[in-house]
């Protein structure tokens, strides 16, 4: 058995979790994550950040790197509606409608006046191994998947948290 005194216990490494884990890391409080999936999600999630999220993302560190792998801006101008995908007959793939959406691919003037960042398309499944290289480079060894916390108890002195690794059977 570790015993490990820290500050901060953060539980689940999914988008809040790693983001909690690296802002936390760049004011300099020190944390350890743990959370009981052996990886980060392999299933399709959310994918859309807005402005305000990649303002967060922006001071974590890792916004160009979302901005890169994300969907490209001008794919993010305008939603469309059609009449069909596939099939046969003169109306399919036909477009019945056609707006602005996204804040113009980040081209909106009050899109650009609400905030210096604009949005992203990442899918999560994307998004969390970006999100974990990232708190796990600045909070080395302290971001343990397949880490799962097993009991908590609240004394006058504390928490103690009892964390198994779900691999090893170690607490």
């Known amino acids: 058995m570790n015993d490990i005194d820290v500050p ?3 539980v689940g490494g999914g988008g809040a979790g790693l983001t909690a884990s690296m802002l936390l890391s760049r004011m300099g409080v020190e944390s350890l994550l743990v959370t ?8 399709p999630k959310a994918h859309v950040l807005n402005q305000r999220a990649m303002e967060v993302m922006r001071d974590a560190g890792v916004a160009d790197t979302i901005y890169a792998a994300s969907t490209p801006a001008e794919q993010m101008s ?3 509606w059609y009449v069909g995908l596939a099939g046969e007959g003169e109306d399919y793939g ?7 959406a996204w804040g113009a691919g980040g081209h909106s003037p009050e899109w650009l006046a609400a905030s ?5 398309n990442l899918p999560q499944i994307r998004l969390e191994p970006v999100l974990r290289a990232r708190a796990e480079e600045l909070a080395t060894g302290r ?3 397949h880490h799962e916390l097993t009991a908590l108890a ?5 928490v103690t948290a009892t964390v198994t690794d779900r691999e090893t059977g170690e607490t």
Do not use: C, N, Y
């Open 154 to 158: 609240q004394d006058d002195e504390g």
């Open 78 to 80: 305008h939603t469309a």
């Open 116 to 120: 210096p960042e604009r949005q992203a």
């Open 143 to 145: 971001v343990r998947f």
């Open 94 to 100: 036909r477009r019945v409608a056609r707006m602005e």
């Open 36 to 43: 009981a999936w052996p990886s980060t999600s392999v299933l």
């Open 8 to 10: 901060v216990l953060i």
